[in-house]
């Protein structure tokens, strides 16, 4: 009977952290984590130190004193008596609603144009490229102050669409007009639009001083259960062509699926419009510094959104184009064969494969274009950054505990983007079974 | 490996080993050059000319800080700030001092860790329209739409009035006064707001200062002045006393021209104290005897600086009103040199 004598047992010497290759790896790691924790304590200290010898600290109380000054554009009700943190949630509205828009319009324009890039159209396709090359390669703070400029310097003055007594003396119209039966007012202010209101509202509650009207919800909620029924509709009527090769007519009932409910809700709430006018004295002269009733969109949110959407949306034509031309030819080639038409080609065939490649560099795009909202202090658009970031800071001098709120919020935002996209790209990404 | 750790822990120990700070005077010595932090551009306070120099009734002011303290009033270099960075700038040690159009409050002076050392003009906010609007007041401005430079305490003094008056207005955010001034013009606002005397400087600048009013409601008061880093008491006073040296000098008839006239024949112990005749004042803050001659010599005095860049020849035309010597029934007084 033999028996293996056991490999000598090799004792443990410190050299061989270093000379062993089993050691050595978690030795590295060690070290950069050491050197790592000495370089944020050094940080951390040097900060602390630097606050107290200027007196300093590190207090988030200001955040509930009074704000004391007006913000131009908000989404729920703001005056300058609410705390500096109720200014920094309508910033942090004011950022979301500039994302918001802006994704949608970016993603409509990048689609757009990088399908349109590959068109066979010569004309179309370069000016697509005209257009990519010409967004992309500018700096995106000159496209925001072009359009700005451009919006408030073209467009008619407040004044020339007011009608004056010397105009109504002598028969002649206003210098400027309003749009769309007089309901709708572009002046170099900004844009004046009716606002929907309701004669017998659904009312609501506020919680932590956040207003949940029921009106808006039960609108939203009906739209999104009739988006949801007409898909029902569709996928009925899948299942029949399937079962039988005829596919029932279904455009009529989609559209009152969708177009009725609301209508009818709308009626029974009493939905009329505030429309943007002028006070108007007894002889028809138009009074007062600017239109009343409306909303006014200001032209900052406006350029903004614009810029940054034609910005951004010459970057997701480029990834839409690469997600394209990632689809194999062949693929085309055998739903031409199959006898589609290329529109459908497009849409059944060839998008719903780049996809798969088009999502994750359109999360990217879409952190992008919201980080880049804070841009808008240029145009002086009321972001976080504006007056968290702006005003909050200069009126209370806590510029770090503005910096570091901000920027965990603009973490946080942009984890909860991405979170968000990564469960679409998991529904769009080659399903392997 | 050994190595590696071993210098590793040598970077760390140096970084560790902290800046011991040296004051303001001593950097600025060791410098050769004194850094002020200044307005982006705001004609007669400080603006850079055709050839990039900077000019004005507050640039004056860092020059003859320059003058007491280095001997030359050319060694000042001018750090463009705007409203919102220009505390920051100041706080971190980026500018030796501010003169900026900076208003003197308490929340500034205690919370901000600032020291306004003195107020180099008596200001307050207003309003201009143009002319064509027909307004007469400001009470008139309900539901108008006022162009606003953001960062400012003019935005809480805005707000303040117009609650006090129990009207309405639509702000508009802007970043600079270039951009104010652009907007106001186009038409985007209908009134500008923003300290009286720059909306003064604001109008010489426009096509036609005619077809524009300021408004006569005064809705703040604005002392404006010279700030520096709280802490550093000896350069606070140099920073300060300079600016008095300047203020004495017009009330006891020093100008730019007669200085070395006056130095040589004057009786008055208290002029014969400040230009260093007498006496050694410029040690009591670490600086020669003559720090007050060269600074008065580099502009004038304070009469002369106000005349020169924003007083009633000028463009601009600001009356002196309470920026006048005591002696005159205005605000500007200097403490005795003793």
Known sequence: ????????????????????????????????????????????????????????????????????????????????????????????LNTLAVAFFGCILATIIGVFAGVLRLSKNWIVARLMTVYVEVFRNVPLLLWIILAYTVFTEIMPQVNDFKVTQAMIDS???????????????????????????????????????????????????LFVASIFASRGVTRRAKAVQEATGIRPVTWWKNLALIVLPTTLLFYALGLHWDVPHFNIDENGVWKGFNFVGGISIAHNFTALVIALSLYTGAYIA??????????????????????L???????????????????????SQYLNLTKNTTLGIAVGYLDLKGTLGGITMNQTGRELECMLLMMMIYLILSLLISAMMNVYNATTKLKER | MKKSVFLGTLVATSLLAGFASASTLDDVKARGELICGSNTGLTGFGAPDATGQYMGFDADLCK????????????????????????????????????????????????????????????????????????????????????????TTTELNLADFFKTNNINYTPVTIQDDAEGQRQFLAGACDAYTTDASGLAALRA?????????????????????????????????????????????????????????????????????????EGDLGAMMGLDKEWAKRAIAANGNYGEIFEANIGASTPIGLARGLNAQWTQGGLQYAPPFR
């Open chain 1, 318 to 339: 480029e990834a839409v184009r690469a997600g394209i031309m990632a689809v194999s030819r062949g693929q085309s080639e055998a739903a031409a064969a199959l006898g």
């Open chain 1, 1 to 92: 009977m033999t028996s293996a004598t056991e490999a000598p047992k090799a004792s443990f010497r410190l050299g061989m952290l270093i000379y062993d290759t089993r050691y050595r790896s978690i030795t590295i790691q060690v070290i950069a984590l050491v050197l790592l924790a000495v370089v944020l304590w050094w940080l951390r200290d040097n900060l602390v130190t630097n606050l107290a010898d200027k007196g300093k600290d590190i207090n988030f109380s200001f955040l509930w004193t009074r704000a004391g000054y007006d913000i131009d554009q908000q989404l729920i009700s703001y005056t300058n008596d609410d705390t500096h943190s109720r200014a920094l949630f309508i910033g942090l």
């Open chain 1, 171 to 221: 028969g002649t119209p206003a210098a400027a007009s309003m749009l769309f039966d007089n309901t709708v007012a572009i002046s170099n202010r900004g844009t004046s639009v009716p606002y929907p209101l309701l004669t017998h509202p659904l009312g609501g509650f506020e919680f932590l001083g956040i207003p949940f009207n029921f009106s808006f919800i039960a609108v939203v909620g």
């Open chain 1, 341 to 363: 038409r290329q529109g459908r080609i497009m849409s059944l065939v060839v998008l719903p494969q780049a996809l798969r490649v088009i999502v994750p560099p359109l999360i």
């Open chain 2, 205 to 277: 600048t426009l096509p036609s200062p005619a077809d524009y009013v300021v408004l006569p409601e005064i809705i703040s008061k604005e002392p404006l002045g010279p700030v520096v880093r709280h802490g550093d008491n000896q350069w606070g006073d140099i920073v300060r006393w300079t600016y008095y040296a300047l203020v004495a000098a017009e009330e006891k008839g020093i100008t730019k021209a007669n200085i070395e006239e006056v130095a040589a024949s004057t009786n008055d112990p208290e002029v014969k104290r400040m230009l260093g005749l």
């Open chain 2, 64 to 151: 003859a800080v320059a003058a007491a303290v280095l001997g030359d009033a050319s060694k000042v270099k001018y750090v463009p700030t705007t409203g919102e960075t220009r505390f920051t700038a100041l706080a971190s040690g980026e500018v030796d001092m501010l003169v900026r159009n900076s208003t003197w409050t308490f929340s500034r002076d205690n919370d901000l860790k600032l020291d306004f050392v003195a107020v180099n003009y008596y200001d307050g906010q207003g309003f201009m329209v143009r002319k064509d609007l027909g307004v007469s007041s400001a009470k008139e401005l309900d539901g108008a739409t006022i162009c606003i430079q953001t960062g």
